[in-house]
Each structure stands twice: as structure tokens, then as C-alpha cells.
């Protein structure tokens, strides 16, 4: 075989041994992977989803509850590592908005 092949989650590198250049080649994640990211998937807007609940049920002072989700926010980013954007995309704005309703900061 005239390639390098080296698999990253989805995606093949092909380098050719001739050229020397670099093609992205896009592949099927296994069931298994899949399987595995809807875990997390579902484990993330779940934990989302009760640090909303307490926040806004509970008479917990600001510090706690900007605490509480700053602690949302780490175990985020350790379920999907390297997904930042992502997370202040997605969940950041519906956690500050919670907080600014909550405890009238603006």
C-alpha cells in the first residue's frame, strides 16, 4: 500500500508516501462510538438541565449558584474535551439568562 493511514474518530488522514500530502477522508463512526456519544450527549443536558432546576427552585445565594454552573460548565468539557465553543454557544447563554432572571444582574 502506497498510504499512511491514521484514524481519528471519524476521520482518516491519508498521507501519500509519493506526494507527501495529506487528504481528510471522512468515515462512519462504529454503532459503538455513537452509542457512546449519545451517552454523554444525554448525561450533559441531563446534569444541564437539574443545575437549572436548583438554581431556579432554590434560594441559593449568587455565589453558589455561579458556582454551580461554572462546576456545570467543567464536568461539560470533561465529557467533551475540546468543545468550548460548543458549550458557551449552547448552554452558557440559557445558564446566564436563568441567572440575570433570577437574581436581577444584567
Known sequence: MCEGILKIYGVQLRKSLFSGKTMEVQTKPSPAELQEENRRLRRLQLMVSMVMSVISQSNLPV?????????ARRAALHLFPGKELAYDLI????????????YRIH
Open 63 to 71: 455565589e453558589e449558584a455561579s458556582e454551580l454552573a461554572a462546576s
Open 91 to 102: 448552554y452558557k447563554p440559557r445558564l446566564q439568562r436563568l441567572m440575570a432572571e433570577k
